[in-house]
């Protein structure tokens, strides 16, 4: 039952086995991977930068939420900061329940909200050698 | 005035230079201490765009400041 | 893009690695795993019986369905036969996906539709000695 | 009067005895069949709660058999 962020590469197999439990008959696990492209654009590479304090704080709530809304047994959620290159790791969200519904919801949950409210950016470098910041174009920089 | 300790991430942290300060100021408020420091660095993320903390949790905008306070200004999140 | 029976354990990192793909953002698995209760009783066991040839065609059918249903770049779907314990994966799938939406909407088709048109049938072992082939039970035989 | 074999899954499997079967069968399809077989053996599911395949594949109860055919009646499934 935690949410924390990772400077180092995330182990999957590692954190499913956090989830064991005789009690559960579903697991739904999300991975969020590295693409090689966004929005049309070739991707190279991304960073991802954190607001560690208040970040591990909102994700908490996320799960609390989730725990209330979902009759799921163990959840675990990460997420990594840092550099990656396409194909790896960002974040990693593990659910387990009795039955698969309120697995697959809460999982959709998680990622939903997590996206939108925990306080991590991300930096995507580019083939051209430009980057941006995703979500933080302003009218005036780019025109459309 | 007061004296408050700002920290910056992402793309603010690129256009201000720095990760973080400590400043003097007399803005009464989160929004008016973000409108003091766009106009003197350029920042282009409206506060529209910007959600605030304040001691390491989400705070209103216009929650009175008080010294030593430790403000955040969130651009737009991209997790995951 | 398969869906295979498998005698022997599964092997979820490698069939997660088996998705793997730079265009993909989102990956969603799914496990069945056996869980300790059905139904309010104590299982100690479970045996996993495939009409095999038949359920490879439907099988995938069901996975040419999603493909064609929802904008996913790789799927994954291995069904466990044979004697199981508590805990043990019984189905691993996988999908991956451009975007996750499409991931998880692809995940959850393929493990409602293999539960209820796939060939496998599972017999429940419980603490109590007796059996039961989950699904199979007539009027006459427990009386409601 | 035709030859056909017949496979048995779980409790039709279990409720018969053994796995599979070659009979000779005056049945015109499938669903005379296991009426004879249900009769015959005692099995408990009623038809309504099976599905036939005929050679390795989906088939309505009343497609014609012939000889040779490979016939499974299909229990409730319940995988995953």
Same sequence: chains 1, 3.
Wanted: glycine share 8%.
């Amino acid at each position: 039952m935690s949410f924390r962020l990772s400077a180092q590469p995330l182990d999957p197999a590692a954190l499913k086995a956090s989830l064991a439990d005789a009690h559960a008959g579903a697991c739904v696990t999300f991975e969020g991977w590295v693409r090689n492209h966004n929005d049309g654009r070739p991707v190279l590479a991304l960073d991802y930068e954190a607001y560690g304090a208040l970040a591990e704080k909102e994700g908490a709530r996320i799960i609390a939420e989730a725990l209330e809304k979902f009759s799921v047994t163990r959840v675990v959620c990460v997420h990594r900061t840092g550099a990656l290159k396409i194909g790896d790791l960002a974040v990693w969200i593990g659910v387990a329940a009795a039955h698969r519904g309120a697995a697959f919801d809460a999982c959709r949950y998680l990622i939903d909200e997590v996206k939108v409210r925990v306080p991590v950016w991300k930096k995507e470098r580019y083939a051209d050698g430009s980057t941006e910041w995703v979500n933080c174009a302003t009218r005036g920089e780019h025109p459309s | 005035m007061k004296t408050v300790r700002v920290q910056y991430f992402a793309l603010l942290r690129e256009q201000r230079g720095l990760s973080q300060e400590t400043l003097s100021t007399a803005a009464p408020d989160a929004a008016a201490l973000y409108a003091e420091l766009r106009a003197r660095h350029g920042f282009t993320l409206p506060p529209e765009r910007l959600r605030a903390a304040v001691n390491g949790e989400f705070a209103a905008w216009p929650a009175p400041l008080k010294d030593g306070d430790e403000i955040v200004f969130i651009p737009p999140v991209a997790g995951g």
